[in-house]
C-alpha cells in the first residue's frame, strides 16, 4: 500500500481527495493537514509515502512546509497539488525540493497513477506545468531588475503616471522612463502592462 498525507487548508477538498484515492486499492489515507506547519508536525509521526501539498495558505505555505519536511526526511515524496501555475510558484517548488506538480483538475486516475509514479521515485508534472519548465530553461537567463526599477514598475502596478512616479521617488519624468526602457529590456517586453505582469510572474513583485 502506499502511504499518503493530504495538505489542504479547505476541509472539503481533502474529503474530496480522501474519497478519490482511497477508492484505488493500493492507495490509502493515513494523515490530513489543514496548514503547512499542521503537516511538517504530521510528516514527523504518518510516515507517508507521498504528501499531497498544497500550495498557497496561511502561515507556513506549501513550499515552506515542503522544504522543512524534506529537511527532516529522506524517505517522503512531496507533489504539489494546487490550482495555480504560474511560473514563478513552478519554480518555487520544485527548487524546493517537490517530485511533482499537478493541477487539481485532474481526473483521478491521473490523479492516482501520479501518487504511483511519485512513490516509485518518479518526477510528476501536469503537462502544462512540464512546458512552463521547458519554456524557462530555454529561456536566456533573465537579469535582474535594480531596486530603483524595481520601484518604479511597484508604482506603475499601483497605477502611477510617469510623472507622479517622478515626483513619488523625486526623480525626473524623463528619469522615469529610462528605468521603464531599461526593465523592458531586462524583461523581453514592450510596454507597461506587460513589464509589471512578467514581473508579478517571475517573483520580482508581489
Given at each position: 500500500?502506499?502511504?499518503?498525507m493530504?495538505?489542504d487548508?479547505?476541509?472539503v477538498?481533502r ?8 477508492a484505488e486499492?493500493d492507495l ?12 511538517v508536525a504530521?510528516a514527523?509521526?504518518?510516515?507517508a509515502d507521498?504528501?499531497l501539498?498544497d500550495?498557497r495558505?496561511?502561515g507556513l505555505?506549501g513550499v515552506?512546509?515542503?522544504?522543512r519536511?524534506?529537511a ?11 490550482t495555480?501555475e504560474?511560473d ?9 525540493g517537490a517530485s511533482?506538480?499537478l493541477?487539481k483538475d485532474a481526473?483521478?486516475?491521473?490523479l492516482a497513477g501520479a501518487?504511483?509514479a511519485?512513490?516509485r521515485?518518479e518526477t510528476?508534472?501536469a503537462?502544462s506545468?512540464?512546458?512552463?519548465l521547458?519554456n524557462?530553461v530555454?529561456?536566456p ?8 526599477e ?9 497605477g ?6 517622478g515626483r513619488?521617488?523625486h526623480?525626473?519624468e ?9 526593465s ?5 517586453v514592450?510596454?507597461?502592462t506587460a513589464?509589471?505582469t512578467t514581473?508579478m510572474a517571475q517573483?520580482?513583485?508581489?
Open positions: 500500500m502506499i502511504r499518503i493530504l495538505v487548508d479547505h476541509p477538498v474529503e474530496g481527495l480522501r474519497g478519490m484515492l482511497e486499492p490509502t489515507v493515513v494523515g490530513e493537514a489543514g496548514s503547512g506547519e499542521e503537516a504530521q514527523r509521526v504518518v510516515e507521498v504528501i501539498m500550495l495558505m496561511r505555505d515552506g512546509a515542503t522544504e519536511i524534506l527532516e526526511s529522506s524517505r517522503a515524496r512531496v507533489v504539489v497539488l494546487t495555480y504560474t514563478a510558484d513552478i519554480l518555487r517548488a520544485v527548487e524546493a511533482g506538480y493541477l481526473s483521478r486516475a491521473d501518487i504511483r511519485a512513490a521515485g510528476v508534472l503537462p506545468v512540464a512546458g512552463k521547458v524557462q530555454r529561456r537567463a533573465q537579469q535582474t531588475l535594480s531596486a530603483r524595481v520601484e518604479v514598475l511597484a508604482l506603475v502596478a499601483k502611477l503616471t510617469n510623472a507622479e512616479i513619488s521617488l526623480i525626473t524623463a528619469t522615469v522612463k529610462t528605468h521603464l526602457l531599461r523592458f529590456g531586462k524583461l523581453g514592450s510596454d507597461r513589464a509589471v514581473a517573483g520580482l513583485l508581489p
